[in-house]
């Protein structure tokens, strides 16, 4: 797939440096830019090939200035996910006018980031430079968490959208790509500046059900009090209040969701960080939940399935298609929980379909992720379950 500014294309032959270089030429050579600003490239763990080799020609016969990537057990070109992809998926992006700036972060580098301003003088980026971050990350030896609090204190309100690698979990390792290097651990992370700007799409799966909630006592990970009345009573009436065949779709698949802001009179679809509801405790009233509530907070309890995952990520191109207005997109990254997927919806190339259906004809590269990263309101976090694509886009 290509457009005047970006173009994919998959490789799924064996390695062979000159097979890999001649396919590299001819994928420039779709590219009617003049230039290449970003390469981004998702290689599967069964593609048998010397990576150093690999991403050298792959920079040099496409003429590549910048590449990131990472290992990855699928990959999505266009509008096709491929969950056994055995080759690499590579993306070519000229992005006018973009500032870009990577960097790899260890975990050793983050002792040394304390303060917002000890993370600008290491990536090289100050706030305002920054349009939004891409991020590649590995999920078994590395303090992502750690880098997460970091960027987000570093830099408020600017966007990171990413995923965790999936290498061979058995093996529990990993690879990430930048320009030549190959790193087994860490973060490679993208600023995207100047005359691009990143626009973040998250779909977390679910439907919201029932209506918003006050937390009104909370412990550890224990929603204990909701509305000044026992949290498992609410969680009850709420499911009571369903009908039939909604109470069947609830089965195992309720969870919770946290608001981004609690000061708002109304809530969407996408304005609550989902997270896990882990058990319930009718004797103490009590539900133990996947995150850290506080007093205050309003949730809305959640729905995930395939129907509630289809309508949410819906519902995120449409409102994503009303916000884009004149501005110029360029192409996208994707990542895709591995619990998504034919497996989960029934259909294949369920996401990346209605990627294209909703803003496409777009050029899209993409990986199965093992944790997903997006922005919820003005703060990124880690998910599950999740579709992240992060749209470049003129500034």
């Known amino acids: 797939m290509r457009s005047a500014h970006a173009v994919v294309g998959t490789y799924e032959g064996p390695w062979d440096e000159p097979s890999v270089a001649a396919w590299a030429r001819g994928l420039r050579g779709q590219l009617a830019a003049p230039s290449v600003s970003l390469g981004v490239l998702f290689v599967s763990p069964r593609f048998e090939a010397p990576w150093a080799f690999l991403?050298?020609?792959?920079?040099?016969?496409?003429?590549?200035?910048?590449?990131?990537?990472?290992?990855?057990?699928?990959?999505?070109?266009?509008?096709?996910?491929?969950?056994?992809?055995?080759?690499?998926?590579?993306?070519?992006?000229?992005?006018?006018?973009?500032?870009?700036?990577?960097?790899?972060?260890?975990?050793?580098?983050?002792?040394?980031?304390?303060?917002?301003?000890?993370?600008?003088?290491?990536?090289?980026?100050?706030?305002p430079a920054s349009r939004g971050w891409m991020i590649f990350a590995d999920p078994f030896q590395t303090n992502n968490e750690g880098w997460l609090r970091a960027w987000n204190k570093a830099y408020p309100g600017i966007p990171l959208v990413g995923g965790l690698a999936t290498g061979e979990a058995s093996e529990r390792s990993s690879a990430l790509f930048l320009d030549g290097d190959i790193h087994l651990q860490g973060t490679?992370?993208?600023?995207?500046?100047?005359?691009?700007?990143?626009?973040?799409?998250?779909?977390?799966?679910?439907?919201?059900?029932?209506?918003?909630?006050?937390?009104?006592?909370?412990?550890?990970?224990?929603?204990?009090?909701?509305?000044?009345?026992?949290?498992?009573?609410?969680?009850?009436?709420?499911?009571?209040?369903?009908?039939?065949?909604?109470?069947?779709?609830?089965?195992?698949?309720?969870m919770v969701g946290f608001a981004c802001d609690e000061y708002r009179d109304e809530f969407q679809p996408g304005d609550f960080l989902v997270r896990q509801l882990i058990g319930a405790d009718p004797r103490a009233g009590a539900l133990a939940v996947g995150a850290k509530p506080r007093t205050g907070q309003t949730i809305q309890f959640q729905r995930r399935d395939a129907a509630a995952a289809t309508l949410d990520l819906t519902r995120v191109l449409e409102r994503t298609r009303g916000l884009l207005g004149s501005r110029r997109v360029f192409g996208g990254v994707l990542w895709t929980c591995s619990g998504r997927g034919a497996g989960f919806f029934g259909v294949p190339s369920h996401d990346a379909g209605l990627i294209q259906e909703h803003l496409g004809p777009l050029v899209v590269a993409g990986g199965t992720a093992s944790g997903e990263i997006g922005p919820v309101g003005n703060r990124s976090f880690f998910h599950a379950y999740t579709a992240s694509l992060g749209l470049l886009v003129s500034a």
Do not use: K
Request: charged share 20%; net charge negative; with cysteine.
């Open 55 to 127: 991403l050298e020609t792959l920079r040099l016969e496409a003429r590549i200035p910048l590449l990131v990537g990472a290992i990855t057990a699928g990959c999505t070109s266009g509008g096709m996910e491929q969950p056994d992809a055995t080759g690499f998926v590579l993306a070519l992006y000229h992005l006018p006018g973009a500032r870009l700036r990577a960097v790899h972060v260890q975990d050793d580098d983050l002792e040394r980031i304390s303060e917002p301003s000890d993370c600008h003088r290491f990536t090289g980026v100050e706030p």
């Open 188 to 254: 490679v992370a993208v600023s995207v500046g100047g005359g691009a700007a990143i626009l973040p799409v998250v779909s977390q799966g679910c439907c919201p059900i029932g209506e918003p909630w006050t937390i009104t006592r909370a412990e550890r990970n224990f929603i204990l009090g909701i509305g000044n009345r026992p949290a498992y009573s609410v969680l009850v009436e709420t499911y009571n209040r369903l009908s039939a065949e909604e109470q069947i779709l609830c089965h195992d698949n309720m």
